[in-house]
């Protein structure tokens, strides 16, 4: 079994296995609002809703229901462990979504662009720095309720701040928290790590950096700066939640004959999140839909006969377990594979010799067969999974669009010249380099002895290269110790994963590679010195312009994975899910992240 940080749970494998932004970012140097904070909000029936013009209404027309609506029908394959967006693990690909159609965020993530959009929030302001955040919400997304008898979506009421700071409440709270990984996103609004460790979630004297100044206006107090707080936002365990509902109905609030829902789609009451569920579009939904789908029927459905029947098949989409791909039918269906936010490198030691080199780091790095990982290795035993040429996954806020066309996962010549460059053509006079692996399962001692296999055919190193294989304990704490006695060295390069826990670029450099000076709780102890990437990881995290962000992410992943790359890991592949569609069905995302139905198009016949 590979090797994954304290949030990467044992089924990780089996679940992976079976922003451009439109940002209204308006930096503001004043004190900002001096209303009194409210814990609690009033109730519902005396809320006084503001209206700045005609548009604001309380209560919108429905868009009428076209007369024929477009249905379809999909296969996830697995059912969601939760409807609840607090309890969604990072990898339960059906339950996020579910979550991503059915509840509305205070911003949304376009997986494939990686801008982040405002949702739920009208604009956001800086009050000062990047450390103090308020939100405006719009007026016009609704909780909403499918009626049981006539099956029509109505409205509860509007959405409020106070729903805002409910949900940031619950998130913070640590029955929630134990689950979020390594470095969960929350953490960064003050107070929120407190209030987690406090037992049963109880924290009297913890002052909780979130208040409602009124019904549409929300403040944010960070522990720091961060402009990582937008990707945070997006989050599922930051989506708002009806503190009434949940109040009334229980740990049962989510079940489809009770749950409220506020995104682009409803929940049809006679659904059964365990086997088969019926989506609606939302018609008080006010966001532009750019897709043409009314009626989602969406089953978790193992049966392979309904899927080798394609294209007669039951479904128009379907999630396909990496095993069963090869007995898809040939011909008309489209295939693809979208990337999860769960990446395996190679840790390299700094402190190992030759490894504290940049040009045989650089060398190995650009001699990985990653493609070959993929097609064989993986597939044998049944992970879906795409090559990796950077530690972050497609989906990711903070980085470019993802082209696979423009990547070039092996270049051996580029490798043999990295290494000559080092002194140590065709590895002469090099050390032997011990790569340590989990000794839990077959998978690992197949990766490794692909990976060396190709690093002595690449670099002519017969003998070169020695396996090590190691209870995952023991190498966790070799990694996160090492070794301060000169004759017991820790390994030279280690195999590691890692799960995103918030969906930013900076989790997955700053938190990974930063130096420990400067970054001390970064994952990787690789006693790294400080440099200019750590400058440039730093300024980051204030940077203003969403595609001033981009543009230093883009150039970090060059300095770190690029023909001159520093190379502090290896990144060998990113986990994804295989899904075969109709081609008759444009389907939304391409590369990465959750599937929005509201932006699937079914072309309409002439």
């Not at 609690?40 to 027309?61: G, K, Q, R, Y």
């Not at 407190?194 to 107090?221: K, M």
């Not at 750019?290 to 193992?302: C, E, L, P, T, Y």
């Not at 490894?355 to 992970?383: K, N, P, Q, W, Y």
Request: glycine share 6%.
């Amino acid at each position: 079994m590979t090797l994954f940080h304290r949030s990467w749970v044992a089924a990780a494998l089996l679940v992976v296995a079976a922003l451009v932004t439109a940002t209204c970012l308006a930096a503001c140097q004043s004190a900002g609002p001096t209303e009194a904070s409210v814990t609690t909000p009033p109730p519902i029936s005396t809320m006084s809703w503001p209206t700045a013009a005609p548009a604001d209404n309380l209560e919108p027309a429905a868009t009428a229901v076209p007369p024929e609506p477009v249905a379809i029908a999909i296969n996830l394959w697995n059912a969601p462990q939760t409807l609840n967006p607090q309890e969604v693990a990072v990898l339960d690909a059906s339950a996020n979504d579910l979550v991503d159609n059915l509840y509305a965020g205070l911003v949304s993530l376009d997986p494939d662009t990686g801008a982040i959009q405002p949702e739920l929030a009208l604009r956001w302001e800086l009050l000062g720095d990047a450390s103090r955040w308020q939100i405006i919400l719009r007026n016009d997304i609704y909780w909403v309720a499918v009626n049981p008898d006539t099956g029509e979506p109505e409205i509860v009421r509007p959405i409020t701040a106070y729903d805002v700071v409910f949900a940031v409440q619950q998130a913070c709270n640590s029955e929630a928290t134990g689950a979020m990984g390594y470095q969960p996103g929350v953490f960064l609004i003050e107070g929120c790590r407190d209030l987690s460790s406090q037992v049963g979630g109880v924290g009297d004297n913890i002052d909780l950096g979130v208040r409602a100044i009124d019904y549409r206006t929300v403040e944010f107090n960070l522990v720091t700066q961060s402009m990582t707080f937008l990707s945070v936002l997006a989050m599922p365990v930051l989506r708002p939640l009806p503190q009434e509902l949940l109040e009334d109905a229980g740990e049962n609030w989510t079940q489809p004959e009770n749950i409220w829902t506020s995104g682009p789609f409803v929940i049809q009451p006679d659904s059964l999140l365990d086997s088969a569920l019926t989506l609606q579009a939302n018609p008080f939904w006010p966001l532009e839909r750019s897709g043409n789908v009314d009626i989602i029927r969406i089953a978790f459905d193992s049966h392979m006969d309904n899927l080798v029947s394609w294209p007669d098949s039951l479904y128009d989409l379907a999630v396909v377990p990496q095993d069963l791909v090869s007995l898809l039918p040939a011909g008309d269906l489209t295939y693809r594979r979208l990337a999860q936010p769960a990446t395996m490198f190679l840790a390299l030691s700094y402190d190992t010799y030759p490894l504290s080199i940049a040009g045989v780091r650089r060398a190995l790095g650009l001699a990985v067969d990653r493609e070959t990982l993929v097609d064989t290795v993986l597939a044998r035993h049944a992970i879906t999974a795409i090559p990796a040429l950077s530690l972050i996954p497609p989906g990711t806020a903070g980085t470019s669009p993802y082209d696979p066309s423009e990547l070039v996962y092996y270049d051996p010549d580029a490798a043999r010249d990295a290494l000559a460059r080092a002194g140590f053509a065709n590895c002469r006079g090099m050390p032997i380099l011990t790569l340590l692996v989990d000794d839990s399962t077959q998978l690992a001692n197949d990766l490794a002895y692909e990976l060396v296999g190709t690093w002595v055919r690449t670099l002519n190193c017969p003998g070169q290269f020695r396996i090590e294989q190691q209870p995952l304990f023991d190498v966790l704490t070799m990694l996160q110790t090492p070794s301060s006695e000169p004759e017991s060295p820790r390994p030279g390069m280690i195999f590691l994963g890692w799960q995103g826990d918030y969906p930013d670029a900076f989790h997955w450099m700053g938190d990974i590679l930063g130096c420990r000076e400067r970054f001390p709780e970064s994952y990787l102890n690789q006693r790294r010195p400080c440099g200019l990437l750590d400058s440039t990881l730093s300024e980051t995290l204030t940077l203003l312009s969403p595609a001033a962000r981009v543009l230093a992410f883009d150039e970090l992943e060059d300095d770190l994975f690029g023909a001159y790359g520093e190379f502090p890991v290896i990144p060998l592949y990113h986990f994804a899910r295989a899904v075969v569609f109709s081609p008759k069905l444009e389907v939304y995302p391409l590369y990465g992240g959750s599937l929005r139905f509201d932006r699937w198009r079914v072309a309409q016949e002439p």
